[in-house]
């Protein structure tokens, strides 16, 4: 497909007029409508409404569904002629869940920017299976599931684990927490994987239900407006509620298990890859040791208590 084609594409929708299109590209009007038209005759469908008396361009569905097509179209083409031109540089495509994003990948990033050499990277928010997957396609170079599984290909390694912590609303309440006087009905309820859901599930019944479930813990900031409500949150996230200023955390007594987050590569990562991930790995390690150490357990040292070795501790009512 002519790279050409698809900058014409784009000039019409973004300026949604044939003839300010020309101008931005210094060719005639009628010579933009025609290669739009030899477009759509290689595409098999139409780009553009076409009618009398239309002032304005409007694109049909097919061609508002094709505009990021040609946009990441054009990106490549500019990466391709710039491989040659530009120094080799590291760059690693990462693969995290939604609760990383809010917590550890932040300060990692600002790391691998402040380092020297820097470290480029794409961050893509992935389910944790879907992740392994990515690995063998070599989609991504490192990712950060939740969940641990066997891949051909994929090297696995448990990397940090983190608490999780009840959260409500600032109002002064107990430090420390019986999980069985802990109200189901006022609970906003986020599944954090199989073995919080068997922490869950053993300490309240069945006929217990949440008042109400989200699987987005950003929603927990604004859903969470009364006294009585509560959350189970992991500790990065708590201490971003505690950043606003309307939150509180307390201690739940017997403790859900703490969340591991595994680091997977590829079994054989290609060379440039493997030299970016041990620039990666050092910035990993100053995130999780300077950046929340009052958050992560560093699995690797062998300071992390592994909850498999908690016990319940009580009798559920």
């Known amino acids: 497909m002519d790279s050409q084609d698809l ?3 784009l000039q019409v929708a973004r300026h949604r007029t044939l003839s300010r299109a020309a101008e931005a590209v210094h060719l005639a009007q009628s010579t933009v409508s025609k290669r739009i038209q030899m477009l759509e005759e ?34 490549l083409a500019r990466e391709a002629f710039e491989v040659n031109r530009s120094k080799p540089r590291q760059h690693l495509v990462i693969g995290t869940v939604s609760s990383a994003n809010m917590t550890f990948i932040p300060e990692l990033c600002r790391r691998l920017w402040n380092r020297s050499p820097r470290v480029s990277y794409r961050v893509i928010s ?16 490192v990712g950060f599931p939740l969940v641990e599984q066997t891949a051909q290909n994929v090297a696995v390694t448990p990397c940090f684990s983190v608490p999780l912590v009840g959260v409500r609303l600032k109002q002064g309440g ?50 969470i407006e009364h006294s009585e409500q509560w959350a189970i949150v992991p500790r990065g996230i708590g201490h971003s509620m505690l950043a606003t200023g309307r939150f509180e955390t307390f201690q739940i007594d017997p403790a859900p298990p ?44 062998g300071r992390a208590e592994r909850s498999s070795k908690r016990k319940l501790g009580r009798t559920r009512p």
């Open 42 to 75: 290689r595409l098999g469908y139409p780009l553009l409404e076409r009618g009398k008396g239309l002032k304005r361009v409007a694109l049909t569905p097919q061609g508002e569904a094709f505009l990021p097509i040609a946009e990441r179209w054009q990106e």
């Open 258 to 301: 703490q969340r591991t987050f595994y680091k997977i590569t590829h079994k054989a990562p290609r060379s440039g890859v493997a030299a970016a991930l041990r620039l990666f790995d050092e910035e990993l390690a100053g995130t999780i040791r300077d950046g929340f150490p009052d958050i992560y357990t560093d699995i690797r040292t």
């Open 126 to 141: 992935l389910h944790s299976v879907e992740m392994y997957d990515e690995i063998e396609k070599r989609t991504i170079d």
């Open 7 to 9: 900058d014409l594409f």
């Open 174 to 223: 107990p430090r420390r927490v019986d999980v069985r006087t802990l109200p189901a009905e006022t609970c906003v309820f986020v599944p954090w994987g199989t073995s919080y859901l068997t922490w869950h599930d053993y300490w309240f019944h069945a006929g217990q239900k949440p008042w109400a479930a989200v699987d987005n813990p950003l929603l927990l900031f604004t859903v």
